[in-house]
């Protein structure tokens, strides 16, 4: 059993007796590894084959165990999965694979499997990899690509299966030419540099030395500690103030490329003639060898050889000798013997790192910083910039995707049962992806002047385009659409609300309603909104197309049933209500949905709809209405305020924390006068029907903000023996009386809510993934009241009154998203409910301010939310629905608290995150004036502006030769990102920091009391490299990692050489898996309860559900390895926990970046296991990494970094380097004093540790004065009689004890001198087993003593599981900062 106690007294209750019942096992997916790494990706540049079979430095055999067949019996609460699951059971077999000149190998398949992805696995290994065009025969019979191999006459275990190559034609050529460009690349990281094909940078092996499973076999855990270099370089050392960014990207010795061409490129001889194409010639290359040879090469059908063609004349008769292979590699091999040598030394290389360095990832990750990188010449890239081609457009016949149709059917796919949701999500998550990046790529392109307008003849910001079926608008308010709600501003902000708007109904996923693929990319100053276009749209004016919804914000409506029908199953998750507008005939309009909504067949007869903008209710605090009073909450704060625009929203997690705190109530209150109800009458209750079934509340809670209901909770305690945690608020006990008599139904949060085929039994799904059909609803989601009795009705009615429930009979809170927009007229009979919802709105706009931030704020007191740069805390405000436009109040909230000094991690991060959102609105307006040929310039002078100490920072404009003489009248052409004037060139520092000052003013109504950016960093004891990192990757610029000297009065701190690139800041939907989810926290749950076996099972299960849907790499299947490392590891099998650990760095490196907060924790986590393993030196590098990432990231100040700080010294005083280690622990004691009070149990703890390093230098007396602090604070917190207490006591006796003999033995000295007779003093170095005691309770893990049997079990169970993530499966999840077994994962924002 384990609980991150970090923050928690370590008893965890009732779990000390751990149940490991023997109750079979779960049954697992037997898709093997490799078939989930490449089921996702149907393309040949599958970066994802990877795993095959075992070259990959793992064992053949494990891989061959991985298919065994799960049987037995899951959880009884997932019985509705249970038989799902086995579906999908069938073993694999093993076949024989014969390719022309290598041995014939085996290869573990499983029946699902298709042959194409055989195919795969060949173009990966290593002595297959230069084959693309092959056909695989079995007995003279040529197997179908996309055929399953269950579906295969005659093909069993044993079965030879023939490589058998076939003639080319011209796409297999290029496909063979780019293929092996790939393999030639595949160590250069330029292309994770570029942000291209979904690469990203990973350095964990530079700390690691290559795989770590490895190493820990061959070093001797003897004689490594003579050879550990403890010493850390020394801007790492605690109080160092130097902040270098090189160390940000280690040198990797693998990268210095291993040349094995000069060049590869297609010839200017192409396409050949028609003479020659009668011959068989499909294209021509041509290459120089590294020995300087000139070669032009002819690809024919049947192969690649040597022409007699030269730069300038043409003569296409073969070379003498003439070579015909059918590899381009063979070819080249034979001319070139460097290129045989680099060649095989790469591919040994290639296969030889971990699988997770070269999976492609599911989006692009970009990196802000990047080396000076040689531009070399690459025919791949040139000729993918000059055609519009994205992903692989040549396997898909019709070139161009139609990103509707697919991103429709996909949903469109039936999902009954498992098998069925797993092949729907998993279709559903690789089209989003694929069109995201599309979109990506389109926005870009619009910006950057490559794609014609549809629209040419109007105003550059009025323009839209059409690229590769995707629609791009610009954000810009475009014939005055939103005059009334703000203009641009609005128009700038309505694009992510309609974002979020499809992602909230994606999550319903309600059958027969359609939402339109949606990206927004923000890329050079300007919003680019991409969609899927609707079919039929474009030929008809959308006055026709509309009919739901209205086109003027209101003032003409229309309405439609099938829309209202649909629009209804999403109201309850939603919470929207439904109501009647009047339009401009003053008629009563019916809606679902706010007024822009629109609904509008598409000629394929689908129901989509579109402008979601509205889709949750406003927020009053930012929306002034004339006549209208906010409650007194809200008015103390200030509010409302003057937003901006008029658009500003509630968020859906807030939504679903005030219904949930409403619901509280509710209960309370019904609960309390029932019970009265009860004590005069005991014999109502027992005629109560037996047909309801009260589920626990605990099920329903919304994933949003378990905190919102605790004070709740602590105000229900009264009625009922609440719970004190605040996970079920109610125990199902308490609650089964006053449901029953209620006859509600429970709020369900989001995406827990299955789409309602029927409305008339919603099914909700309870955590653990079983369907309970509720009570059948009447009109509007209220239950009729099963009790007759009218006083149970009244105390119902009462109640459901009293917290603003829209039916009498039940609790049903939703909103009208319409109230308080302009132009929207409502019925006059509706008037008493208008003003009933008006009062709702306030109540929550009162609730986000009055119970939700501080509820943050306390979280964060208490270190259960622990942000580390601005995203991690966005992510913490967004968790509890709260907007950033609320940090001011935020940031003034902090500075008011008594307790600020505890929470000044969190005020400098606010100041440091406000500070860069305000320069990246500036920047937002300051780049759309500059044109391209000034871009390095400005975005370096913009930053000297900002960042420099140089006063008079002087935009370089470009160098005259290159301005053009004649201005040119060309203003109809010009492109969006095209501004021509330089007025970008007079910003000073003093005016953007002015700027910056108003901006917060005016935004944040927060006041910046400092004159400049350096006053600032004095001020709130910022950093500027920090606000560089921020500020990079909000705006997408990428600069030269180098050491930048801010403070420099005399020169600039940055020229235009060092901004390398912009690149695309890009937000859209995360599809979900839910299954696996649900697994997932069913897992969490069994673990916390201490169930680690059943724990174990169901999140290696949801390991597997993630890798069906996500392929490897997702961030969820993080969280996932995370979990199960932490479990390994309290089993006891400390290299699986390293196994596991290290692909969850590894991915969180890929997938959220090298210095994302995530990764750093991961880090952490990993140089624990390390050292269990016995590598110590490995264990400090990765912890002066995760230490250098930290000060990068946050700086020193940090509660986190007593953490990392008493890690960093406990492995040093293990090593017996005593000064080194004191630095570390007496900050960690320095810093835990400060973020947790002097008197807490963490700070008893970082005493001891200190005590214990100079116990160990013989210092006894400063030994025993920070054992007795730590002594004083155990007897006044836990009492004179708890254990801890009496450790600390009995190691003060001994210290003492020590320190009596060493001065007797002094005394000796001073008396006797050279012939004292000395008693031998005992000087222990530390043992590494009470180190890691120390290690595994200041990481928040305690381990409960299990019989050997029960050990044993577990140990087997595991070991029956690792090969599933042997074959290269892998997973994690969740930005989290909290990383431990109570890990929730994050609602997506």
Known sequence: ????????????????????????????????????????????HSAAAVVMNGDAGHDQAEEAESKQDGSGDADPGDDGNEQEVIVIQDTGFTVKIQAPGTEPFDLQVSPQEMVQEIHQVLMDREDTCHRTCFSLQLDGNVLDNFAELKSIEGLQEGSLLKVVEEPYTVREARIHVRHIRDLLKSLDPSDAYNGVDCNSLSFLSVFTDGDLGDSGKRKKKGSELEQIDCTPPEHILPGSKERPLVPLQPQNKDWKPLQCLKVLTMSGWNPPPGNRKMHGDLMYLSVVTVEERNVSITASTRGFYLNQSTTYTFNPKPANPSFLSHSLVELLSQISPAFKKNFTTLQKKRVQRHPFERIATPFQVYSWTAPQIDHAMDCVRAEDAYTSRLGYEEHIPGQTRDWNEELQTTRELPRKNLPERLLRERAIFKVHSDFAAAATRGAMAVIDGNVMAINPGEETRMQMFIWNNIFFSLGFDVRDHYKELGGDAAAHAAPTNDLNGVRAYGAVDVEGLYTLGTVVVDYRGYRVTAQSIIPGILEREQEQSVIYGSIDFGKTVVSHPKYLELLEKTSRPLKVQRHCVLNEKDTAVELCSSVECKGIIGNDGRHYILDLLRTFPPDLNFLPVEGEELGPESQKQGFPRQHRHRLACLRQELIEAFVEHRYLLFMKMAALQLMQQKANKESKTAALPESISAESVSDSKPTAAPEASEKASEAATPAFDSPTSSESTLTPEDTAESEAALGHETPTSEGQETSATDSSAVPTVTANGTHEPTIP?????????????????EVVLNACKAV???????????????????????????????????????????????????????????????????????EALHQRGINVRYLGNVLEFVDKMPAKPQLEHVYRIGITELITRCTKHIFKTYLQGVELSALSAAVSHFLNCFLSSFPDAVAHLPADELVSRKKNKRRRNRVPGGGDNTAWASLTPSELWKNIASEALSYYHFTLQCESPDQAVEKYGLQKITLLREISVKTGIQILIKE??????????????????????????????????HFFQSGQAKVQQGFLKEGCELINEALNLFNNVYGAMHVEICACLRLLARLNYIIGDHPEALSNQQKAVLMSERVLGIEHPNTIQEYMHLALYCFANGQLSTALKLLYRARYLMLLVSGEDHPEMALLDSNIGLVLHGVMEYDLSLRFLENALSINSKYHGPRSLKVALSHHLVARVYESKAEFRSALQHEKEGYTI?????????????????????????????????????????????????????SMASVLEQLNIINGIIFIPLSQKDLENLKAEVQRRQQLQDSGKAEEQQEDSQLALDDKLPVDD
């Open 1 to 44: 059993m384990v609980s991150k106690t970090d923050d928690i007294p370590a008893s965890v209750p009732n779990c000390t007796a751990v149940d490991l019942a023997e109750d079979g096992e779960t049954p697992e997916s037997a898709e093997s590894g490799r078939t989930a790494l490449k089921k996702p990706c149907p393309c040949e």
């Open 777 to 793: 609803e009447s009109q509007n989601g209220g239950c009729d009241s099963p009790l007759e009795d009218p006083k149970s009705r």
């Open 804 to 874: 603003g429930s829209i039916s009498n009979t039940s609790f049903d809170i939703r909103f009208n998203p319409d109230i308080f927009s302009p132009g929207v007229r409502f019925p006059e009979d509706s008037a008493e409910e208008i003003q009933k919802q008006k009062q709702l709105l306030k109540d929550a706009a009162a609730f986000l301010v009055s119970c939700q931030i501080p509820s943050l704020i306390k979280d964060c007191l208490d270190h259960t939310a622990l942000p580390m740069d601005g995203a991690t805390l966005t």
């Open 1044 to 1077: 930048y000297n801010f403070d420099s009065r005399h020169k600039p701190a940055f020229t235009e050489e060092d901004i390398l690139n912009i690149f695309p800041v890009v937000k859209h939907v995360n599809p979900k898996a839910s299954d696996a989810f």
């Open 1274 to 1326: 155990y007897k006044n917190q836990v009492g004179e009689a708890h254990e801890k207490t009496k450790e600390s006591s009995e190691y003060l006796k001994y210290l003492t004890q020590q320190a009596v003999a060493l001065q007797r033995t002094m005394n000796e000295i001073y008396k006797n001198g050279s012939n004292a007779s000395i008693m031998p003093l005992k000087f222990t170095a530390p």
